[in-house]
């Protein structure tokens, strides 16, 4: 069966090439992008962004902890590799665990798209170091609209959501909120998140203790709310405020030992532009920002936690700004600027007895770290006949301080890192349906508190990871279809690795190939196609270990979906495939999974102008199966042998009723 998976990608990827659309997906030099439109559209299970990601990009593969709030993989890479934000907000979970990852901080029903920029190409924020997901989120119209969202699925899934929107010519403003909750899932097999945890358990995954006292206890509950004001005094100014709340709690982590009791976040951001001043601005912008969170996770919740539990609380927040001017220069366009960031991340441990509510002493695991950046950055684009070609730099000064100490930690409390990071990118048209491009890239990314100094012998001294990268490809758009397909090579210097409880810098070699594809059939009919294949290798070994595989590379992964649309009837099937992962780094915890192959349909039916009503089927055949591994980065559940993995839901059923005006 795995056999014929892998055949049937590989096979489909050939046999496609001819005939595709990128429908929602589109390149720009942009060449490195991918823009994925309709979030809000296409999204109507939960509120989490990584599930809707790894649905519509095939280079996107979500790492599943919880019913909700989960992680990503783009191109190999995650955590810090790759950089997320909310428009020009930089946002960092507080768990060094993952339970509450930066993608869950940013809400689906608030998304109009997602860009998608591959490789080390941006040099306006801080730290991309080969990846950067920016969700836009909704902004405020002047004519008066809104909707209204109304959601129920399998195992106990009810939403509801609202937006209001409108304003004039000088002032604008949208207010957006959600509330969600869900029971636990069951996966192919017919079991709950709690009965994956007891079967782990008996397989000898992790202590009886670490069991539910109750194994009926819902997934999560969700809440959010989004606020936008955007202000126009004269004809050629902007300024731009928003705040975005997120409030989840009681999320269940059965791979792992505690779960999140909650996950709160505030998200502050201002912008202010100014537009045509001259000859030596088209446009100026400020933007600046602030968020925190705040994540206390414990054991209340299983066996161990019955008379005295242990909670881990982590509280993080980052402040920034970017200041930036756009000029015309020598026939092209010159943009450049100053960036600054300062991010503190703390954390404490303590025990809490039942009976009495008394907290015990808090002891410190993350030791109050500030990682404060500074950098100026610049960029230019030009055309030179029928050549497009965009060069970029960066140059980051960053200091990593920690202003407590950890008990019998001999570690340093500071470090200084600086980096030059630069790129040029070429695009060829060779005519109005052909564009052929090649890139080179250069981009560092300094280690953050967790993997300085929780590791059980870290010495708080390791060296900023540097990526090397080429990246070559085309874009062809016809009538009727397109193709855009890729490769590339990274080259990881000093890449951040686990190993043996602590963080150790190697050498390693990531690359790959992509191809994103459209076909109009006939007026009713498209077909759609995603492809992604990766491979990822250290060097050497590392010291007293035999596998080079690198964790966390995703094998080929394809997407086919076909659309029909006809007046108001919209009926999409899609089949999400994966080959066999076996190329797994066994020495640092990983295993080989299975392939699968899963397919899922959607019907919308447009009742009236302003009333709709989806309905959905994921999983159709109720297959079991896992799509993330067991990368010891992460803390999971073991008994010194396999680590417990999660399993995806099995066959979920849901309905959307949606009102516009």
Same mark, same amino acid.
């Given at each position: 069966?795995?056999?014929?998976?892998?055949?049937?990608?590989?096979?489909?990827?050939?046999?496609?090439?001819?005939?595709?659309?990128?429908?929602?997906?589109?390149?720009?030099?942009?060449?490195?992008?991918?823009?994925?439109?309709?979030?809000?559209? %296409?999204?109507?299970?939960?509120?989490?962004?990584?599930?809707?990601?790894?649905?519509?990009?095939?280079?996107?593969?979500?790492?599943?902890?919880? &019913?909700?709030?989960?992680?990503?993989?783009?191109? &190999?890479?995650?955590?810090?590799?790759?950089?997320?934000?909310? /428009?020009?907000?930089?946002?960092?979970?507080?768990?060094?665990?993952?339970?509450?990852? #930066?993608?869950?901080?940013?809400?689906?029903? $608030?998304?109009?798209?997602?860009?998608?920029?591959?490789?080390?190409?941006?040099?306006?924020?801080?730290?991309?170091?080969?990846?950067?997901?920016?969700?836009?989120?909704?902004?405020?119209?002047?004519?008066?609209?809104?909707?209204?969202?109304? &959601? @129920?699925?399998?195992?106990?899934?009810?939403?509801?959501?609202?937006?209001?929107?409108?304003? $004039?010519?000088?002032?604008?403003?949208?207010?957006?909120?959600?509330?969600?909750?869900?029971? *636990?899932?069951? %996966?192919?097999?017919?079991?709950?998140?709690?009965?994956?945890?007891?079967?782990?358990?008996?397989?000898?995954? &992790?202590?009886?203790?670490?069991?539910?006292?109750?194994?009926?206890? =819902?997934?999560?509950?969700?809440?959010?709310?989004?606020? =936008?004001?955007?202000?126009?005094?004269?004809?050629?100014?902007?300024?731009?405020?928003?705040?975005?709340?997120?409030?989840?709690?009681?999320?269940?982590?059965?791979?792992?030992?505690?779960?999140?009791?909650?996950?709160?976040?505030?998200?502050?951001?201002?912008?202010?532009?100014?537009?045509?001043?001259?000859?030596?601005?088209?446009?100026?912008?400020?933007?600046?920002?602030?968020?925190?969170?705040?994540?206390?996770?414990?054991?209340?919740?299983?066996?161990?936690?019955?008379?005295?539990? @242990?909670?881990? =609380?982590?509280?993080?927040?980052?402040? !920034?700004?970017?200041?930036?001017?756009?000029?015309?220069?020598?026939?092209?366009?010159?943009?450049?600027?100053?960036? @600054?960031?300062?991010?503190?991340?703390?954390?404490?441990?303590?025990?809490?007895?039942?009976?009495?509510?008394?907290? !015990?002493?808090?002891?410190?695991?993350?030791?109050?770290?500030?990682?404060?950046?500074?950098?100026?950055?610049?960029?230019?684009?030009?055309?030179?006949?029928?050549?497009?070609?965009?060069?970029?730099?960066?140059?980051?000064?960053?200091?990593?301080?920690?202003?407590?100490?950890?008990?019998?930690?001999?570690?340093?409390?500071?470090?200084?890192?600086?980096?030059?990071?630069?790129?040029?990118?070429?695009?060829?048209?060779?005519?109005?349906?052909?564009?052929?491009?090649?890139?080179?890239?250069?981009?560092?990314?300094?280690?953050?508190?967790? +993997?300085?100094?929780?590791?059980?012998?870290?010495?708080?001294?390791?060296?900023?990871?540097?990526?090397?990268?080429?990246?070559?490809?085309?874009? #062809?758009?016809?009538?009727?279809?397109?193709?855009?397909?890729?490769?590339?090579?990274?080259?990881?210097?000093?890449?951040?690795?686990?190993?043996?409880?602590?963080?150790?810098?190697?050498?390693?070699?990531?690359? !790959?190939?992509?191809?994103?594809?459209?076909?109009?059939?006939?007026?009713?009919?498209?077909?759609?196609?995603?492809?992604?294949?990766?491979?990822?290798?250290?060097?050497?070994?590392?010291?007293? *270990? $035999?596998?080079?595989?690198?964790?966390?590379?995703?094998?080929?992964?394809?997407?086919?979906?076909? #659309?029909?649309?006809?007046?108001?009837?919209?009926?999409?099937?899609?089949?999400?495939?994966? =080959?066999?992962?076996?190329?797994?780094?066994? /020495?640092?915890? +990983? *295993?080989?999974?299975?392939?699968?192959?899963?397919?899922?349909?959607?019907?919308?039916?447009? @009742?009236?102008?302003?009333?709709?009503? #989806?309905?959905?089927?994921?999983?159709?055949?109720?297959?079991?199966?896992?799509?993330? $591994?067991?990368?010891?980065?992460?803390?999971?559940?073991?008994?010194?042998?396999?680590?417990?993995?999660?399993?995806?839901?099995?066959?979920?059923?849901?309905?959307?009723?949606?009102?516009?005006?």
């Amino acid at each position: 069966m795995n056999k014929i998976v892998g055949m049937s990608l590989i096979v489909s990827t050939f046999l496609m090439a001819e005939t595709i659309d990128l429908g929602a997906i589109t390149v720009v030099g942009e060449t490195l992008s991918k823009e994925v439109k309709d979030i809000r559209g %296409d999204d109507l299970k939960s509120a989490d962004l990584a599930d809707a990601l790894s649905r519509n990009s095939a280079s996107i593969t979500m790492i599943r902890g919880s &019913g909700v709030a989960n992680d990503i993989i783009l191109r &190999g890479q995650k955590k810090d590799n790759i950089n997320i934000l909310m /428009d020009d907000a930089k946002i960092y979970g507080g768990c060094p665990n993952r339970m509450d990852p #930066t993608i869950t901080h940013i809400n689906a029903d $608030n998304i109009e798209n997602v860009k998608i920029v591959e490789g080390p190409y941006d040099v306006e924020h801080f730290g991309t170091l080969s990846g950067l997901v920016v969700a836009e989120t909704k902004t405020p119209t002047q004519e008066p609209s809104g909707d209204v969202n109304l &959601g @129920m699925g399998s195992y106990g899934y009810k939403k509801a959501a609202a937006s209001a929107s409108g304003g $004039n010519e000088y002032i604008r403003a949208l207010i957006s909120a959600s509330t969600e909750q869900s029971d *636990q899932y069951k %996966d192919g097999n017919g079991k709950t998140l709690s009965e994956q945890l007891n079967n782990a358990i008996a397989q000898h995954m &992790g202590m009886a203790t670490n069991r539910y006292r109750d194994g009926d206890l =819902k997934a999560y509950e969700k809440k959010t709310f989004m606020g =936008k004001v955007f202000i126009n005094p004269v004809e050629n100014q902007e300024i731009r405020l928003g705040y975005t709340l997120n409030r989840s709690d009681n999320v269940l982590y059965p791979s792992r030992m505690m779960d999140a009791d909650y996950d709160d976040s505030d998200i502050y951001t201002f912008g202010y532009s100014i537009y045509d001043l001259g000859t030596y601005s088209k446009e100026i912008n400020l933007e600046a920002y602030k968020s925190k969170v705040e994540h206390p996770m414990s054991t209340k919740e299983r066996v161990a936690g019955a008379t005295n539990y @242990m909670t881990a =609380k982590a509280n993080t927040d980052i402040e !920034g700004a970017k200041l930036k001017n756009v000029m015309s220069l020598g026939g092209g366009e010159f943009m450049y600027g100053v960036d @600054m960031s300062r991010r503190n991340w703390d954390g404490v441990k303590y025990s809490t007895n039942v009976a009495t509510g008394i907290q !015990g002493a808090s002891t410190v695991f993350i030791p109050d770290v500030d990682t404060t950046n500074e950098a100026l950055f610049a960029q230019y684009i030009t055309t030179i006949d029928a050549v497009k070609l965009q060069f970029g730099t960066r140059y980051d000064d960053t200091e990593v301080k920690a202003n407590k100490k950890i008990a019998g930690s001999n570690a340093r409390d500071k470090n200084d890192y600086d980096a030059l990071s630069a790129n040029v990118l070429a695009t060829y048209k060779v005519n109005n349906n052909v564009d052929y491009f090649l890139g080179f890239g250069k981009a560092s990314r300094v280690p953050d508190a967790k +993997e300085l100094y929780l590791g059980t012998n870290s010495l708080g001294n390791l060296d900023q990871t540097t990526n090397y990268e080429a990246d070559a490809g085309f874009k #062809t758009h016809y009538d009727n279809f397109g193709v855009n397909g890729k490769i590339f090579y990274s080259i990881l210097k000093d890449y951040i690795y686990y190993n043996s409880s602590k963080y150790v810098n190697i050498d390693a070699v990531i690359y !790959g190939a992509e191809l994103d594809a459209y076909y109009n059939m006939s007026e009713a009919w498209t077909l759609n196609y995603g492809m992604t294949y990766l491979r990822g290798q250290k060097d050497d070994p590392i010291a007293g *270990q $035999n596998d080079k595989d690198l964790a966390d590379i995703v094998p080929l992964k394809a997407i086919v979906g076909v #659309t029909y649309h006809q007046a108001e009837h919209t009926l999409k099937t899609e089949m999400v495939a994966a =080959k066999r992962w076996n190329n797994v780094d066994s /020495d640092n915890g +990983e *295993q080989e999974l299975p392939g699968y192959t899963v397919f899922n349909m959607k019907y919308n039916y447009q @009742m009236t102008k302003h009333f709709d009503v #989806t309905l959905g089927v994921d999983n159709i055949f109720d297959k079991t199966y896992a799509v993330s $591994n067991t990368y010891s980065d992460i803390t999971l559940l073991s008994g010194g042998g396999d680590v417990m993995l999660m399993n995806e839901p099995g066959r979920y059923a849901y309905i959307n009723l949606h009102y516009k005006f």
